[in-house]
């Protein structure tokens, strides 16, 4: 009986604070930046020495090297010719919501920093899987070897795209990434880290953000065609884009720059870079990740360069059969790895086969334009291959 007039005692205290407090802000209604002193369910004060604690937040903290990308509804797909006859992207309305992307790929000094935590802080196997295959670069019948030993580890080229990591290793490096950045956060808003366990910071905190991760196939390819800088008027788009800028051509038609390439990509059979003297792209390989124009949503080598790796399993009918709003393809359903028969090399799709876009260095322009889409085993890695990550605007309802 005791407890219950303790109890009594107390909420009623509570009940008079948040009231006078709520009296004081009748101005507007609550909202997560602002919620008030006390709750409008309860009328408890907010906060009190064994109350409900609702901590400050200011709204989503913004990400290193993240660009925000506001969604909406655009026609995804391939409007390029069909040159290999898959029939696998064809064009539909889809709705995406509002995420963030790396504005450059990730670099070689990106993935140096996480081979040096992870060397210092996990397992020698877990560093031992983490490591770029170099080798990608290796070619029987061709002299790069110095590309073997230099390109992932010589300063020079510490921020150009890291390459040799699989869609496996691409998500692990997001997972310590979300890890080191929310610890850093943390410590900065004086939010204490968790000892033991998973270590995760409580999203309640209101400091650390949402998950680093891949993108999706159609994020990465509503983030590539930036039709945000083509409006007009009221939701009307004055042209589409078959490459991230405007015009069919992969020439710069501006000022100081004309005539200069837009993207670093093969310009034909033998052909890298130009002539010297005249190196039109400036790279016969890879390139450092902030050359050349970002788009109109300030997003950097979104064509050429490297291919990027996406989260979405590859299958030929997916346009058939995803969602319309936040399409993803996360596995065989609908269209079951069975019937293409990979286990016999009937087909090379599997439930392991992932969706890479955006062309090359070694690329010619057909496979630069945002609809075209290729795949690889997830555990598979190239020269041409890298990624960025996304990530969600949490808080939002576009």
């Known amino acids: 009986m005791k ?3 303790r109890f009594a005692k107390s909420f009623g205290i509570a009940m008079g604070v948040a009231t006078a407090l709520m009296a004081c802000n009748k101005g507007g209604n609550p909202t997560s930046v602002s919620p008030g002193e006390g709750s409008t369910a309860t009328g408890v004060a907010y906060n009190t020495e064994d109350g409900f604690q609702v901590n400050e937040y200011l709204g989503q903290p913004q990400g290193p090297n993240l660009v925000f990308i506001e969604g909406g509804r655009a026609v995804i797909g391939s409007f390029e010719e069909d040159l290999l006859k898959t029939h696998d992207n064809l064009e539909r309305t889809v709705t995406v919501a509002s995420f963030y992307m790396d504005e ?8 140096l920093e996480y081979l040096f935590f992870i060397r210092r802080d996990g397992s020698e196997e877990d560093f031992q899987n983490a490591l770029p295959d170099t080798t990608v670069w290796a070619e029987q019948l061709a002299y790069n070897d110095p590309y073997v030993d230099h390109y992932l580890r010589y300063p020079g080229f510490r921020f150009f795209p890291v390459v040799g990591v699989s869609w496996e290793q691409a998500n692990d490096f997001a997972k310590w990434r979300t890890e080191v950045v929310n610890k850093r956060l943390a410590e900065e808003a004086g939010v204490e880290v968790p000892e033991g366990g998973d270590g995760r910071i409580p999203l309640e905190s209101g400091v650390v953000l949402p ?9 990465w390819e509503y983030a590539a065609q930036a039709l945000i800088g083509n409006q007009w008027l009221d939701e009307n788009q004055t042209h589409n884009r078959l490459y991230p800028w405007d015009g ?3 020439r710069n038609p501006y000022g100081k720059s004309m005539g200069m390439f837009l993207a670093n990509f093969k310009r034909g059979r033998g ?3 130009g002539i010297a003297g005249k190196l039109n792209d400036g ?3 890879t390139d450092y990740i902030y050359n050349y124009p970002p788009n109109d949503f300030g997003l950097y080598n979104m064509a050429g360069n490297v291919n990027e790796w996406v989260r979405d399993v590859y299958r030929p009918t997916s346009f058939q059969v995803m969602n319309d709003l936040n399409p993803l393809r996360r596995d065989g359903y609908l269209d079951k790895e069975d019937g293409y028969d990979s286990k016999n090399f009937q087909s090379l799709v599997s439930d392991k086969s992932r969706v890479y876009k955006g062309g090359s260095w070694k690329d010619v322009a057909y496979w630069m334009s945002p609809g075209t889409r290729r795949y690889l085993d997830q555990d598979s890695c190239t020269a041409t291959i890298g990624f960025r990550c996304a990530m969600i605007r949490a808080g939002t309802n576009y």
């Open 3 to 5: 407890r219950i007039v």
């Open 104 to 111: 450059t790929e990730i670099a070689n000094i990106h993935w």
């Open 211 to 219: 998950d680093y991760r891949l993108p999706s196939e159609a994020e």
């Open 248 to 250: 069919h051509a992969l």
């Open 271 to 273: 052909d890298y870079a």
């Open 283 to 285: 790279a016969m390989i």
